[in-house]
């Protein structure tokens, strides 16, 4: 685990773990939407869009890390 952490940029793992939280949350928004609270909806809603943000971050902090060590 601290081999993946030393060569992983910060942005891989803010994206990684946003992406963690985020599926937390859609799971527990999706439990209260099933239940009929409109609050649970919005959760869901915000909880993707949270994830696919954090995806791009991963990806962009990655594509950075490659460019800088030049691979």
Sequence with gaps: MR????RSSGGE????VLIVLASIALLIGAFAAGA???YGML???????AGITGLGVH?????ARLRRDGH
């Design 43 to 49: 959760g869901v809603i915000v909880a993707f869009t």
């Design 3 to 6: 081999d993946v952490l030393r």
């Design 59 to 63: 990806i962009a902090g990655r594509e």
């Design 36 to 38: 009929g609270s409109i």
């Design 13 to 16: 793992i803010a994206g990684a």
